[in-house]
């Protein structure tokens, strides 16, 4: 079992940036696909990005592609969002998830671990 912590979240302004973080518990982080996603107020939990448990290979939502940046560093246990150029339209929960598997997914039924989420607000 996985136990996922975000962090990082906060305050912004347009056009800004900040680094979300996710650290998990458990000796085999880095046999897991990580992923994260955000929820807004009424609307349903969407893809932001994903990374396979190597780190070789990402994806993104198109919304924020070229903004954001996944990673993750397995000798840490952790896993982060690099969010540049934030826009107003970005504001949510951040969530991170895990994938008991290589491969990283973009459907939130395809993760098998959540954590609690992490407030992001982007002030126009």
């Known amino acids: 079992q996985v136990q996922l912590v975000e962090s990082g979240g906060g305050l912004v302004q347009a056009g800004g940036s900040l680094t979300l973080s996710c650290s998990a518990s458990?000796?085999?982080?880095?046999?897991?696909?990580m992923g994260w996603f955000r929820q807004a107020p009424g609307l349903e939990r969407e893809f932001v990005a994903a990374?396979?448990?190597?780190?070789?290979?990402?994806y993104y939502a198109d919304s924020v592609k070229g903004r954001f940046t996944i990673s993750r560093d397995n000798a840490k246990n952790t896993v982060y969002l690099q969010m540049n150029s934030a826009k107003p339209e970005d504001t949510a929960g951040y969530y991170c998830?895990?994938?008991?598997?290589?491969?990283?997914?973009?459907?939130?039924?395809?993760?098998?671990?959540w954590g609690q989420g992490t407030q992001v607000t982007v002030s126009s």
């Open positions: 998830a895990a994938r008991s598997t290589a491969v990283a997914g973009t459907r939130p039924g395809q993760y098998d671990y």
């Open positions: 458990g000796r085999t982080f880095g046999r897991y696909a």
């Open positions: 990374i396979s448990w190597s780190g070789g290979t990402t």
